[in-house]
């Protein structure tokens, strides 16, 4: 991605007792993300964790989405409007409760 760009990131803490369809967020959430949000991602990528860094440790996080926009204001005018109907989408995948970070891309 472009230096200067935009990355939001949603990781997924993995753990004990927690959940996440892979299958729901790749094929239908992530689908629902690029119909709603359409031209404002420039580029979007899902991570599915499989192990730490210790051999045999589990993972950090059960997955990764990461979004990439031209600017924060790309970001917050296409997702603002489509918020609750994202956020209300999170339940139908895992009982997860996701960590945000948004972030400049350096290099």
Same mark, same amino acid.
């Given at each position: 991605?472009?230096?200067?760009?935009?990355?939001?990131?949603?990781?997924?803490?993995?753990?004990?007792?927690?959940?996440?369809?892979?299958?729901?967020?790749?094929?239908?959430?992530?689908?629902?993300?690029?119909?709603?949000?359409?031209?404002?991602?420039?580029?979007?990528?899902? /991570?599915?964790?499989?192990?730490?860094?210790? +051999?045999?440790? $589990?993972?950090?996080?059960?997955? #990764?989405? @990461?979004?990439?926009?031209?600017?924060? /204001?790309?970001?917050?005018?296409?997702?603002? +409007?489509?918020? $609750?109907?994202?956020?209300?989408? #999170?339940? @139908?995948?895992?009982?997860?409760?996701?960590?945000?970070?948004?972030?400049?891309?350096?290099?």
């Amino acid at each position: 991605m472009n230096k200067g760009s935009i990355k939001v990131s949603v990781l997924y803490p993995n753990g004990e007792g927690k959940t996440f369809d892979m299958d729901y967020y790749c094929n239908k959430h992530f689908t629902m993300l690029n119909d709603l949000l359409g031209d404002a991602i420039l580029s979007s990528a899902v /991570e599915k964790g499989l192990g730490g860094g210790a +051999p045999g440790s $589990e993972a950090t996080y059960a997955a #990764i989405g @990461n979004l990439y926009f031209a600017s924060i /204001e790309s970001f917050q005018n296409a997702f603002g +409007p489509h918020a $609750e109907q994202i956020m209300g989408d #999170i339940p @139908n995948y895992t009982n997860i409760e996701p960590t945000i970070q948004i972030s400049e891309v350096m290099i």
